[in-house]
């Protein structure tokens, strides 16, 4: 039997309204765009701001309870990394007075940059993208093994296989340092845009202008440089599994942002929305 | 007389707390950061969610009243592309019922990821990054001239001179359909992080770890791929302008990363804190 793609509800602050037809709802579209985004952007209200907080950090969707799960399973964010003690401290409140829900209610972005669309018009110039936000409640982390669990698959996020090639377990005092969020996921959303520029009629049919106006897609993408040794590096070599994934980042990542300028977006049968 | 660096007032809501030393407040590091982001990301309460709203955008700092106005001066931040009906409408709210401000409050980020720093330790992994966040008031450009100015000031942010190149200026139609968002900046502060891997003492003292464990930074930057021609493009050859923009920027973006990873960050004098 093939298994059912899940999704997320589409709740009213979590459902891509312009665009609709571009916005996506499954579990493995949008946890593929959070653990492939080196940094993501986590917002919650600050008491006693006018603004909310908004804040860069390293997170991966994972599972504890069942650590082999894939990505189109039910999963939960686990944030590290530039924690203010602002996000922790919220974090350890007991529940959101409004909802009843235990923990801090953030909102989490996660944006990849795939190439510049360019058009005969301003208007039609875009982005291609892939981006997703996820809601959920933060809780802090306490559990050590659960902690463990976490900050290897955020190590190891950022090189794969780098936390067994580390001096690890952390120290006592290390664990201590560190915190680790875990964010249980209420809804969430992507929003992916590929292909090359679409003008209107009017304007494609100009041929003066067609004349004039270069029209096509710059594709982008993150490049991993060679690796440089820090002052206390005593290895001649680069290791294999270091090597390995900066090619393999840097071939996936130009293959992509060139896939999705080949890629011509499904339009929806009616709409006057077309850009 | 050597003029003063202009600096954004350190508001209980914008001071960086963790890692004070490498808070920074003048406004041309700031506004650089956000000038050089592809993508910024907006965050906002949304009226009857549990959770801010936060969503990419792309903007500029600029001023209209001085379009000569250079990086370091007051500037606004006009919001441009994928500006849902909901930010747009709450940006029409005549005032903040709290602040008397008038205008939609806004936090906004931008983050550029400069390289992987690779410890002896986890605890010591961290990135290369320069950060900059942003908090104001949001209004609806409603001023034609000046929804001008920003459209071409955000276009030739994605493309230097690209704006001229094109079919301008915009039908009454694509005016209309066109929002603008005007963001009066209140406070703001930036985060940037520089230089090889610091590991403790007792881990660089160990020669058996150091015999094993590679430590170094991989450089990270965006990379313009070629121009790829779009359907219905006429032009033979990439325009000089483009090409040119896509060497420079691909030169910069690796110069800036390689240039990070070789800048050792000063430590302040006193503090046990200094990973």
């Not at 609709?20 to 949008?30: A, F, V």
């Not at 952390?170 to 959303?189: C, F």
Request: aromatic share 6%; glycine share 6%; proline share 9%.
């Amino acid at each position: 039997m093939p298994r059912q793609d899940l999704e997320y509800p589409k709740e009213p602050f979590s459902t891509v309204k312009r665009k609709g037809h571009r916005g996506r709802y499954e579990l493995e579209t949008i946890h593929q765009i959070i653990n492939s985004c080196p940094l993501l952007h986590v917002s919650f209200a600050a008491p006693g701001s006018p603004f909310p907080a908004i804040l860069p950090m390293i997170g991966q969707m994972g599972s504890f309870e069942r650590p082999s799960a894939d990505l189109g399973d039910v999963l939960d964010l686990y944030l590290h990394g530039y924690v203010s003690s602002r996000i922790v401290n919220l974090s350890r409140d007991p529940a959101d007075a409004n909802t009843n829900e235990k923990g801090l209610p953030v909102s989490v972005a996660a944006t990849h940059l795939d190439g510049l669309v360019l058009a005969l018009t301003p208007m039609h110039h875009s982005y291609n993208y892939r981006s997703a936000v996820l809601f959920g409640h933060a809780e802090v982390v306490t559990d050590t093994a659960e902690k463990l669990y976490a900050m290897e698959l955020v190590t190891d996020s950022v090189v794969p296989g780098r936390w067994a090639a580390t001096r690890v377990p952390p120290t006592p005092a290390e664990m201590q340092a560190t915190s680790v969020l875990r964010v249980r996921i209420a809804a969430g959303s992507a929003k992916i845009h590929t292909g090359p520029p679409g003008d209107d009629r009017a304007d494609r049919d100009d041929a003066a202008l067609l004349a004039r106006v270069w029209t096509g897609v710059v594709p982008v993408h993150a490049t991993l440089g060679a690796p440089l040794p820090g002052p206390y590096n005593q290895l001649v070599h680069v290791p294999g599994y270091l090597a390995d994934y900066v090619a393999e980042s840097n071939a996936d990542a130009e293959a992509y942002a060139l896939e999705a300028l080949r890629t011509v977006e499904e339009k929806p049968k009616t709409t006057a929305d077309d850009d």
